[in-house]
DNA sequence: TCCCAGGCAAGGC
DNA sequence: GCCTTGCATGGG
């Protein structure tokens, strides 16, 4: 296959002939809640107080944004999908999953937000989620040039009373976002980069909200740990629908980064993807 | 009315 | 260690 060509402007980033690029598998995948489809077609796709704009004409797509650098490691440019779906359809289900969903990459998102943003996302739905981190940004995120509410910086975030997160439509788990922005003062990031799998799930988990499955979201949603794979309820109907069964819940996961191994991660979100295909109103 | 959603914490054993 | 239970909220 021809490997297309990425420009950086000042102001854009323009992919010619691209493979495996479409906004609409990348934004909606479920890996990111902060995005909006415009009447036009084009996507525009929110990350802390950036926001791109996503045009798509034929064999161009032109990622408007005043951050390019950001964005280009966002959509993870540098990496060849190709590679990744060929390897990974040889397993037969995959073959499906990677051909509904070849226009998927995983992104780079900010670790901060998907550590906040999937602690909402616990036993909700997506569009829920989408909701209340929205009302969260609008209420305590400051308003940016262009018109648009960044996500809440981590100040912000613990300056709020446990009734205004509430207010959101949190639930319980507002409990959940209120400790854990106090308890990320004291917590490195930086410290889960060198870390294994199991040691990084396990530090995730002192968070307070931050059980195996979100831990797991984070470290491929934040940190690009590709040897994981986040396990929820659409990945249980995957699994007995289309695998071998007599694994227990709990240890689904392992069963697929077993099978997986380094593209474990790719691998969960074309299922997911593939899985919620008919659902899109969730 | 019950079930479900990108599950988790707490308590019992 | 492994199970069970309760949990806010809104949509189907």
């Given at each position: 296959m021809k490997k297309g060509t990425v420009t950086k402007k000042d102001d854009r980033i323009i992919l010619t002939?691209?493979?495996?690029?479409s906004a609409q598998d990348i934004l909606e995948c479920?890996?990111?809640f902060r995005y909006s489809k415009n009447s036009d077609g084009s996507y525009t796709v929110y990350s802390l107080d950036k926001r791109a704009d996503v045009f798509e004409n034929g064999e161009t797509v032109e990622i408007a944004t005043c951050d390019v650098d950001y964005f280009y490691r966002y959509f993870d440019l540098?990496?060849?999908y190709s590679v990744i779906i060929s390897e990974l359809s040889q397993f037969p289900v995959m073959q499906q999953a990677t051909t509904y969903g070849k226009g998927i990459r995983i992104l780079n998102q900010d670790l901060y937000e998907t550590v906040i943003s999937f602690i909402v996302s616990a036993n909700n739905n997506i569009k829920r989620i989408q909701g209340i981190i929205e009302r969260m940004c609008v209420s305590l995120g400051d308003k940016t040039e262009k018109g648009h509410y960044a996500f809440p910086t981590l100040a912000q975030l613990q300056e709020a009373s446990i009734e205004q997160l509430r207010e959101?439509?949190?639930?319980?788990r507002a409990e959940y976002i209120y400790k854990t922005a106090k308890m990320l003062k004291d917590f490195s990031f930086e410290a889960l980069q060198d870390m294994s799998p199991n040691e990084a799930r396990k530090r995730l988990c002192t968070l307070y909200g931050v059980g195996a499955k979100v831990a797991d979201c984070i470290l491929l949603f934040?940190?690009?740990?590709?040897?994981v794979f986040p396990c929820d309820t659409w990945i249980k109907k995957v699994y007995h629908e289309y695998f071998e069964s007599g694994h227990k819940d709990n240890r689904i996961s392992d069963f697929f980064v077993e099978t997986f191994g380094a593209n474990s991660g790719y691998a969960q979100q074309y299922l997911f993807y593939f899985q919620r295909k008919y659902r899109q109103n969730d």
């Open positions: 002939n691209f493979p495996n690029f479920g890996q990111v540098d990496r060849d959101f439509g949190l639930g319980y934040g940190l690009h740990r590709e040897d």
